[in-house]
């Protein structure tokens, strides 16, 4: 009966959770008095959020910021991770190759204009990501003789809808900050443009979880206690219950302070779900933090950039692809992405994690490798 209670209340907890995600920003444009209309819209075409231009002073602070991250990231990842090859190396899969060329394939096609190809053009980016997906985990089955994809394809590839409803989920936070918007699918249906979308969001929590377990193969064989990387967490319910609040109450502002909050769009989320996670008692991906095991948190957050320099540099050149408008510091582009964007990177990789092991039961890259 009290297993029964708990399973109940936890169910209750998350779908307060994601009535929060969700909803929160809505009620922020019922509250304001703006036109619901606009943010509904499909195709999301029309872009009516007029962001703050470049602000050097702004652009300083995140670039420090910045700077102070990404050192930060290197300082552990020595520390987590280890280059050396003195270890097993198993034969590269058949099907590797076979998405290495259709990675390769796919990126010609989608650079170039191809009159022949006219037709197909918009739709190279989820054969770029299926073969990057079938590359990673075949350099992970080099490494460590085993995948993601092979040990457990039921898991793995239920990956695909739920990443779909994952991704759909940013796009509905974008419309409330419109820091990205899709060029080259004006002619798209709102059905078709369903149908392409949610084909290529399919691919990205595969992507990320098959880089995850890629950049694991790396760990190096010690606990990972970085020395000065300790950090002691204690955290009641009662904090974990204020956390979830004034996240929502963030998303809730969304719409009206777009400029101001946007960074939120990566950050609350994050947060909405560990603390649903510690107020229910489960583990987090912070839990290993008392130990100094940065291993959740880099192991994801490099994945993520990983993907992250694909997906930005597969989208340069492409037919149809995304754009970005970001207030203060939209200035020093890195393919189209503005130099200080990447840092979203990071928590959105931690996300990445968290479904990931949420949803499927997937252990947490935090122990060191066999």
């Known amino acids: 009966m009290t297993q029964h209670a708990g399973e109940n209340s936890f169910f209750a907890l998350y779908v307060f959770t994601i009535a929060a995600l969700v909803g929160a920003p809505l009620v ?35 670039a420090l910021f910045f700077q ?25 899969p058949w099907w590797g190759w076979g998405g290495i060329m259709l990675s ?29 997906i079938l590359s990673v985990n075949g350099v992970t089955v080099k490494r460590s003789g085993t995948c993601l994809m092979q040990r457990e394809s039921y898991r793995f590839f239920l990956l695909f809808p739920v990443s779909s409803i994952f991704w759909w989920y940013f796009e509905w936070l974008n419309r409330f900050v419109q820091n990205w918007y899709y060029t080259g699918i004006d002619d798209f249906s709102a059905l078709a443009y369903v ?10 929590l595969p992507a990320v979880a098959s880089t995850m377990e ?30 979830l609040a004034i996240m929502a109450v ?30 229910a008692g489960r583990q987090t991906i912070f839990s290993l933090f008392a130990q100094g095991n940065w291993r959740p948190i880099i192991i994801p957050a490099l994945a993520a950039l990983i993907c992250g320099f694909f997906w930005e540099m597969w989208n340069w050149k492409s037919l149809a692809h995304w754009e970005y408008s970001i207030p203060y510091v939209d ?15 990071l928590p959105f990789g931690l996300q990445c994690q968290v479904v990931t092991a949420t949803v499927f039961d997937f252990p947490l890259y935090g122990t060191p490798a066999k």
Request: include cysteine.
């Open 104 to 132: 390769v394939c796919a990126w010609v096609l989608a650079w170039n204009r191809f009159p022949w190809f006219a037709t197909l053009q918009p739709y190279t980016f989820t054969p770029l990501w299926l073969g990057y």
């Open 68 to 92: 102070l991250i990404m050192t930060g990231i290197i300082v552990l990842s020595d520390c987590a991770l280890s280059l050396k090859r003195d270890r097993k190396q198993w034969p590269f």
């Open 195 to 204: 149908l392409h979308a949610t084909l290529c969001f399919s691919t990205v």
């Open 214 to 243: 890629l950049v694991s193969t790396f760990q190096s064989s010690d606990n990972c206690s970085c020395p000065g990387a300790n950090i002691k967490i204690t955290w009641n319910q009662r904090q974990e219950w204020l956390l």
């Open 331 to 345: 200035r020093y582009h890195v393919f189209a992405m503005p130099i200080l964007g990447y840092l979203g990177y």
């Open 28 to 62: 922020g444009v019922l509250m304001s008095g703006q036109p619901v209309g606009r943010y509904l819209d499909f195709p999301p075409l029309t872009r009516y959020v007029q962001h703050a231009p470049f602000n050097l002073v702004i652009f300083s602070a995140g």
């Open 250 to 279: 963030v998303l809730t502002a969304l719409p009206v302070a777009p400029d101001q909050l946007f960074p939120f769009v990566w950050i609350a989320p994050l947060i909405i779900i560990v603390s649903m996670q510690g107020i």
